[in-house]
């Protein structure tokens, strides 16, 4: 990159940590700023930040291992280590050696070495961890200074680890890097509070829970939290993920170690589509943010699966594959939670009218939530949450609450009038909206605790399959909430252009197909 942006100071918020000391590790991080971009070092600072933690951790534990000697303990057993979740570190790998040399030329080399020797102790680690420091466009002065600039922040000592500093500042590193890549970011990122939102309203109290586009692991990481929260234990929940991006794989890996949460990410970096590691499974909750409307899903190929039960998806739009995929991997009384491009509400062109009134008469849907803009990095397309359950008889979808029979009903909730812009481009929604829109659906499905759910004008509404069908089977909230709403108002300009886009690709696909069909035709004519 070219000119280089100065650190900010954190903010506290909804989105992300508050620790104080994360504008110091910011401000690391901007040492490489000029020499490459946030595609580049964000891999650098996140392995080196993950890097020291683990040392620490390390540190920390020899420590009292050296001080239990004389009752047996032994600080250079592996096993002693491992026996209580600390990585074992070898001597080259630790922190201290490494930075005592990180003004020397060979940094870069040592810091790979390194790596190379953690994942060789730990099989867990193994493919996972950044290896590229010895690479001749790295800057070594840099990256030196970047190693002592972190060396001097503790990260894994016991009080870190009891208060989680390193797993909330390695999230803060993510959207702070998120909104230096810009459009990139969403292939890595969710806001936090899009997450947090998505997982208050599903409750992942006990279960298996699933992403097929896990990211940086965010999801799984909220609903850990969550169960916490609420009294629960971690291993209430089994975890299940997969991820098509390499780097982006090892980033989930690294997010989940350092938080000791146990996952199946499966052995390397996959399509869900064309390579889905986990075929059988059924889940109790699935949480996901797929790609906006990717059209290089490569569904060309894939045009007879059994997943699309409910329609055959565009080739040049991914969103119904996605939507399908979930349903196809829910147990009989999952919940699925997910965000999709608004024009996934109302959109009409290429069959996906057709798959999402087959998807509301299978009676499916059981709330939508119209988000305000601005939550995402990179994209200005408006999003929603859909959330979907196979059974609304009042059987409980997790945590054994009862609920209430809200069958051939779905709950709308317009929260686009919700949020604060934390700055000229980013809006995030507070802990107090985030509890809200919670609220305004468990009480909706008829959980007793909560009281009687009454529908809001302007911002709730339950309506019927038959009123969905009587408005063609669109999703939009604002047009169930409050009927004074234009119809021009129910899908943005960004979104109208977005919708147009995929539809005309598709207009042009369809031509070259009529194309190859005559040039078939013409040459049975010129062959008779």
């Not at 933690?53 to 009752?71: P, T």
């Not at 060789?120 to 590229?132: A, M």
């Not at 686009?416 to 481009?425: A, E, F, M, P, S």
Request: proline letters at 5%.
């Amino acid at each position: 990159m070219g000119k280089r942006r100065s650190a900010r100071a954190p903010q506290a918020s909804a989105n992300g940590a508050n620790l104080g000391f994360e504008a110091r590790l910011w401000e690391a991080a901007d040492i490489l700023r000029g020499s490459m971009d946030a595609a580049e070092y964000k891999h650098v600072v996140l392995g080196l930040v993950f890097l020291k933690y683990i040392s620490d951790a390390f540190e920390d534990h020899r420590a009292r291992l050296v001080a239990a000697a004389a009752e047996g303990a032994d600080p250079e057993d592996p096993d002693e280590y491992r026996a209580e979740n600390v990585f074992w570190v070898p001597p080259e790998a630790r922190w201290q050696v490494l930075q005592d040399n990180a003004r020397q030329m060979d940094i870069g080399v040592r810091l790979d070495a390194a790596m190379d020797a953690i994942e060789r102790d730990n099989p867990g680690l193994r493919g996972v961890l950044s290896k590229e420091y010895a690479r001749p466009t790295l800057d070594k002065r840099r990256l030196g200074e970047l190693v002592d600039l972190i060396g001097n922040i503790g990260l894994g000592g016991a009080d870190s680890r009891s208060r989680d500093v390193l797993g909330r500042v390695y999230e803060y590193f993510l959207g702070q890097f998120a909104s230096a890549e810009g459009k990139k970011a969403g292939e890595f990122y969710t806001p936090r509070c899009v997450v947090r939102l998505l997982v208050e309203i599903i409750e992942p109290y006990a279960g298996r829970v699933y992403d097929p586009c896990c990211g940086s692991a965010g999801m799984f990481v909220q609903s850990e939290a969550f169960i916490e929260a609420h009294g629960g234990r971690r291993t209430d929940i089994s975890i299940f993920g997969q991820e098509s991006n390499p780097t982006t794989w090892r980033l989930a890996e690294m997010n989940l170690a350092i938080r000791g949460i146990e996952a199946n990410l499966g052995p390397r970096a996959e399509d869900s589509f064309h390579h889905d590691l986990h075929p059988d499974l059924k889940a109790d909750f699935v949480l996901a943010n797929p790609p906006f409307n990717d059209d290089k899903w490569g569904g060309e190929q894939l045009r007879d699966d059994v997943r699309w039960k409910y329609g055959v998806p565009p080739p040049r739009n991914a969103n119904f594959a996605w939507v399908q995929h979930f349903v196809h991997h829910l147990s009989p009384r999952g919940i699925a939670g997910f965000v999709l491009a608004n024009g996934s509400m109302s959109a009409s062109q290429s069959g996906e009218g057709d798959i999402r009134r087959n998807l509301v008469e299978a009676d499916l849907v059981d709330c939508i939530v119209a988000l305000p803009g601005q939550l995402f990095y990179g994209t200005a397309i408006p999003a929603c949450l859909w959330f979907l359950v196979r059974d609304k008889s009042g059987r409980s979808t997790g945590g054994g609450r009862p609920l209430r029979d809200r069958q051939s009903e779905t709950l709308f909730i317009d929260a686009r009038k919700l949020g604060t812009l934390v700055d000229r481009t980013h809006r995030e929604l507070s802990d107090q909206e985030i509890a809200l829109v919670a609220h305004t659906y468990h009480a909706w499905r008829g959980q007793a605790d909560l009281g009687p759910y009454a529908d809001v004008p302007g911002f709730c509404a339950t309506v019927t399959l038959q009123t969905i069908a009587e408005h063609g089977h669109i999703l939009t909230p604002g047009r169930y909430v409050q009927a004074a709403l234009d119809d021009d108002e129910e899908e943005s300009l960004p979104d109208q252009i977005d919708r147009l886009i995929s539809a005309f690709r598709d207009q042009i696909a369809e031509g070259h197909r009529f194309e190859a069909v005559i040039e078939a035709n013409l040459k049975l004519l010129a062959n008779d």
